[in-house]
């Protein structure tokens, strides 16, 4: 079974920077697209930024300039570098992942790591 540990959250001031880390564990897994999604207090769950394994990205339009999203195949870890942060950026960011064990689809979630931005 695939689990993923999410690690970097914490309280950063208003245009301060974080990067989240997020490294996926198992046996006999593969993994397609890696990314974020967050969910603010009171919002719905919401798309941050995707990897493919080949590099491809996608992000969100309110994080576009501001947010990288990597990957590092051989660690099965994606990254979230997140500058220029704003108090709307305050929430709880999810790491994803799309696994193949070995054959079998399945999407694992990470428990969640808690971004707050607040002078």
């Known amino acids: 079974q695939v689990q993923l540990v999410e690690s970097g959250g914490g309280l950063v001031q208003p245009g301060g920077s974080l990067r989240l880390s997020c490294a996926a564990s198992?046996?006999?897994?593969?993994?397609?697209?890696m990314g974020w999604y967050r969910q603010a207090p009171g919002k719905p769950r919401e798309l941050v930024a995707a990897?493919?394994?080949?590099?491809?990205?996608k992000y969100a339009d309110s994080v576009k300039g501001r947010f990288t999203v990597s990957r590092d195949n051989a660690k099965n870890t994606v990254y979230l570098q997140m500058n220029s942060l704003k108090p709307e950026d305050h929430a709880v960011y999810y790491c994803y992942a799309e696994t193949y064990a070995p054959i079998e689809y399945l999407e694992v979630w990470g428990p969640g790591t808690l971004v707050t931005v607040s002078l």
């Open positions: 198992g046996s006999d897994f593969s993994i397609g697209s």
């Open positions: 990897v493919t394994s080949g590099g491809s990205t």
